[in-house]
């Protein structure tokens, strides 16, 4: 063999070995969600449909909450580089910007559709990724859940007048200093210590998700009631943090195929969480647990308060104010069309904060 042969086959086996590793690319992923809770089937199915849609050029190796790093500290691994890809629910870390809670959830103001469109088409995609950037992070929205099911008790919850002096297992920024407002007070865990909690009378109450995930949860065991409707977060979203890095280092195909997992698992997330709320319903009814439901008169009294707290945590940050007016844009817009084909519509259109306080804070 020459010396031009012999550098040639060098060269050739060089490029098939850098092919091969491009090939068997891959990243290791967690949730916050331990495998107790099923809102780790929104992840798993997204993980899923990802593996499937990206082939032989990138493989997702999923663990759940807790087997790698604390659900606290998922962001932070993520951030680093330590693991490629994670799993989350923004509102946890409304404590490293306070945009991450109405990105996660909204006080009687967003429905899971309204999410879901403006995501999709009113700007909301691009405000995660400008949010989650701050951090080194691509974001991709991948489920969504309506309301969650209210606060579980051993007391009667029916009128804002029952709230007083509660304490009650609460998640969210702008929820805790609306539950202040009405008269309780906010007990924050995780969701794995709420039935603990719950059992020995540590906390008065909690809420956690919607009705499958809470029924999961073993919270019919240990409460006698439930209140409904779940105002504190009138819709939820999940998705998946990724390293900018390793997102960079995907080859524009590969980030495309993501996208539309992602976009697939958001869609199917909303019929899946429904219809598996539906049946949990009847599990808690089943259960022996006492459903109420507060009067429209109630809950207009909340609503008013959940916008003085919107609008006054908004302006403590422009940021955050940005995410709040862009929401309160969309809702604008789209009223025209859903209000006009009401009741054959999506969801309401709330009479939610001054549009024109927040613009002035996001200035």
């Known amino acids: 063999m020459t010396l031009k042969t012999t550098v040639l086959a060098g060269v050739a086996l060089a490029a098939g070995i850098a092919t091969q590793s491009v090939a068997q690319e891959s990243w290791t992923m967690t949730t916050t969600w331990p495998t107790s809770l099923e809102l780790i089937e ?3 199915h997204f993980v899923e449909l990802a593996n499937k ?15 790698l790093v604390p659900a606290g500290e998922v962001f932070g691994a993520v951030e680093s ?16 910007n306070s945009a991450f809670s109405p990105l996660a959830t909204t006080a009687s103001l967003f429905n899971a559709i309204d999410y879901v469109n403006w995501i999709e088409q009113w700007g909301g995609g691009d405000l995660y ?23 579980r008790t051993n007391k009667k919850i029916e009128t804002v007048d029952d709230l007083q002096g509660m304490r009650l297992r609460l998640s969210g920024l702008e929820q805790g200093r609306l539950l202040e407002k009405l008269g309780g007070s906010q007990v924050s865990m995780a969701g794995g210590e709420i039935y603990q909690s719950l059992e020995r009378g540590v906390i008065d109450g909690a ?21 409904t409707p779940g105002w504190h977060q009138s819709a939820s979203i999940f998705g998946v943090m990724i390293n900018k890095a390793s997102w960079d280092a995907l080859s524009p195909e590969t980030q495309e195929d993501l996208k ?6 958001l869609i199917w997330s909303l019929s899946f969480t429904e219809k598996r709320a539906t049946e949990a319903y009847q599990q808690f009814q089943d259960a022996g647990i006492e459903i109420t439901r507060y009067d429209d008169e109630t809950l207009a009294k909340i609503q008013e308060q959940a916008n003085t707290v919107i609008e006054e945590t908004a302006c403590e940050n422009p940021d955050s104010a940005k995410v709040y007016l862009s929401q309160l844009e969309y809702l604008e817009d789209y009223a025209k069309w859903r209000d006009a084909s009401a009741p054959f519509n999506l969801g309401r259109t709330p009479n939610g904060p001054d549009i024109e306080k927040i613009r002035a804070c996001a200035e």
Do not use: C, H
Not at 53 to 67: R, S, V
Not at 81 to 96: E, F, H, L, S
Not at 260 to 265: C, D, F
């Open 42 to 44: 929104i992840d798993k």
């Open 53 to 67: 849609l990206t082939g032989d050029d990138l493989t997702i190796e999923f663990f759940e909450g807790g087997a």
């Open 81 to 96: 580089g330590t693991i490629q890809a994670g799993a989350d629910w923004p509102g946890y870390w409304a404590g490293r």
């Open 129 to 151: 990724n400008e949010i989650y950037g701050k951090f080194g992070m691509v974001y991709l929205p991948y489920g969504v859940t309506n309301n969650e099911s209210g606060f």
């Open 207 to 227: 809420e956690f998700s919607t009705p499958n995930v809470d029924f999961s949860g073993g919270f019919q065991q240990v409460t006698k009631y439930w209140a």
């Open 260 to 265: 539309v997992a992602a976009q697939a698992n």
